[in-house]
């Protein structure tokens, strides 16, 4: 029975680029910088690319994101994504989680699926949040920190193995259901000179608020419950002090840096 898995992949600024990346308001001025899919969701597109591979099936993306997100998207139907989603609507500039979460849920309510997979968090936002929350508006059973995902598209069920403290949890749901995943899952591919030339004529479907059936002030800019009223850089990095001699040498040396300053 084939699989429809829908990754969740947000654009995000390119870490390695140099330019500075917040504006006077203290938010990401995401023009200042070109944009990469989140690494976190290049994981769990290349776990939902297998699994399409091993079981047939299709994956979609979704983001939310300014119009050039469908450039970012680009790359992940060259690694071999079938389609995208693309959320994007002038209203939607400035939103906080809140709105992120609602205008996701609400494409998701006209996807079909088995799988919704989310990365573990965002190099941008860093918040870890928008997995977990999707699952629990949309009432799906949530599976976080996979390091395994085995689908049994017959019996309707999936199997994750969990990174816990102690080792793995094994956990089993009824599909539909969504899966925050980790790195464990797997290096991505680098797509190939075919899959790019494939993406170009792959379908990207764009959705404004109006198209999810969401109010613009509802969501977005103006419903924003948070702002942000300052920003400052970390402080400088202090001396550094290099230990030179046997691994014996080093442990003791930061065992006594340590017990020094009481954090042993
Ligand atoms: C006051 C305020 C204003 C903001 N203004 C803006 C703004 O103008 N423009 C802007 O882009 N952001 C803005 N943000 C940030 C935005 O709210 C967050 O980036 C967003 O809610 C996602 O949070 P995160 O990046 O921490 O995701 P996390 O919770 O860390 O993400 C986990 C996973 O969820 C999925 N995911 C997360 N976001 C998306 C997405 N957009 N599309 C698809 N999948 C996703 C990915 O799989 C990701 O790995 C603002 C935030 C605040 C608080």
């Known amino acids: 029975m084939p699989l429809r898995i829908v990754v969740l992949t947000k654009p995000v600024p390119?870490?390695?680029a140099a330019a500075e990346r917040l504006g006077p308001d203290g938010r990401l001025d995401r023009a200042a910088s070109p944009s990469v899919i989140n690494g976190n969701d290049e994981?769990?597109?290349?776990?939902?690319l297998k699994?399409?591979?091993a079981h047939d099936?299709?994956?979609t993306l979704l983001s939310m994101a300014p119009p050039n997100g469908i450039e970012t998207m680009r790359k992940g139907l060259a690694m071999g994504a079938h389609r995208g989603v693309l959320v994007t609507d002038p209203a939607l500039a400035g939103s906080d989680y809140g709105s992120t979460i609602?205008?996701?849920v609400a494409a998701l309510g006209q996807l079909e699926y088995d799988l919704v997979l989310a990365g573990f968090d965002t190099s941008d936002g860093v918040g870890g949040v928008i997995g977990a929350a999707v699952a629990t508006k949309l009432k799906l059973p949530y599976l976080s920190s996979a390091a395994k995902i085995e689908p049994d598209p017959a019996a309707g069920t999936v199997r994750v193995r969990r990174i816990s403290p102690t080792g793995f949890d094994v956990l089993e749901a009824p599909m539909p259901a969504l899966i925050v995943g980790t790195q464990l899952l797997g290096e991505p591919r680098y797509p190939s000179l075919k899959g790019i030339m494939a993406a170009r004529s792959k379908e990207v479907v764009t959705k404004s608020l109006a198209d999810l059936g969401l109010d613009g002030m509802a969501v977005g800019g103006s419903a924003t419950r948070t702002?942000?009223?300052?920003?400052?850089k970390p402080p400088a990095r202090g001396a550094t002090?290099?230990?030179r001699g046997t691994a014996e040498d080093g442990a003791k040396a930061i065992a006594e840096l340590l017990a020094s300053r009481r954090l042993i």
Not at 227 to 232: D, G
Request: a negative charge; charged letters at 20%.
């Open 14 to 16: 390119d870490p390695a």
């Open 43 to 48: 994981y769990v597109l290349e776990a939902a």
């Open 51 to 53: 699994l399409v591979e």
């Open 57 to 59: 099936g299709e994956v």
């Open 102 to 104: 609602a205008a996701l």
């Open 227 to 232: 702002k942000v009223t300052n920003q400052e």
């Open 241 to 243: 002090q290099v230990v």
